[in-house]
């Protein structure tokens, strides 16, 4: 089994090396940082941790970030790609579990839920519009795919090879909608989707989508799902 472990890196020279510790050693040799054109540190932060750093030529977006680490997996015939973002948000310890799940073939595509409860999720500093915002859009999907998932907006995913090449990348948002139009279309398609229940932070040096910038998302989400209507799936 070939892992090919993605941090996704934009200013996070504080919190790099946090998240690369983390990561189960196992993994550690696996490591790519997708830099995102950052403006401080993160790439030297890289290369003083012995880590492989691509570093991009433009500021690409989420979406944009993950579609080129995604087209070197490929090129490099990897087995199973995890997700894990560099602001330590998402507890990275979890990662070799949640490779498990796809390297053994059970699920094509797990996720981290960070939604286990409402008292959890507060207390770990989710603010309370983001976790209203995801709530709202998790239900509006979970009735348009007749899914059951506690979340649909989830940035510590798992995927399998087969999942990654039968998408269609260049239709999916360079933004952070990227994170639904994967999940919308592995859904479609039939592969097999699973969640874990995974711990998050949010604190100083963490990203964190704005209200203006939550609206923005709920739009494309919801554009996005309306490509695949219930009618013509069932």
Not at 11 to 23: M, P, Q, R, S
Not at 86 to 92: I, L
Not at 103 to 125: F, S, V
Request: net charge neutral; aromatic share 12%.
């Amino acid at each position: 089994m070939k892992p090919f472990v993605m941090v996704l890196a934009y200013n996070v020279e504080k919190t790099l090396a946090k998240t690369f510790e983390a990561i189960p050693d196992s993994l550690k040799p696996y490591v790519v940082v997708g830099n995102n054109v950052s403006s401080d540190r993160t790439a030297d932060v890289a290369r003083e941790l012995g880590v492989r750093c691509i570093t991009h030529e433009k500021n690409s977006g989420y979406g944009g970030n993950l579609k080129r680490l995604f087209k070197v997996f490929v090129e490099e015939d990897h087995d199973v790609a995890i997700e894990i973002h560099g602001d330590y948000q998402y507890e990275p310890s979890l990662a070799d579990l949640m490779v498990q799940y796809v390297a053994r073939g059970h699920y094509d595509l797990i996720q981290g839920n960070r939604i286990r409860t409402r008292k959890e999720a507060l207390r770990g500093g989710m603010p309370l519009y983001r976790w209203l915002g995801n709530r709202t859009l998790t239900l509006f999907e979970n009735l348009w795919f007749g899914t059951t998932f506690g979340e649909w907006h989830s940035g510590m995913r798992c995927y399998s090879k087969p999942l990654i090449r039968a998408m269609p990348m260049d239709r999916f948002s360079d933004t952070h909608a990227f994170a639904s139009d994967i999940m919308m279309e592995a859904v479609a398609q039939g592969f097999r989707v699973g969640e874990v229940p995974c711990p998050v932070r949010y604190e100083e040096d963490s990203s964190s989508v704005d209200v203006p910038g939550l609206f923005k998302y709920t739009f494309n989400t919801v554009r996005s799902a309306f490509r695949y209507p219930p009618w013509q799936r069932w």
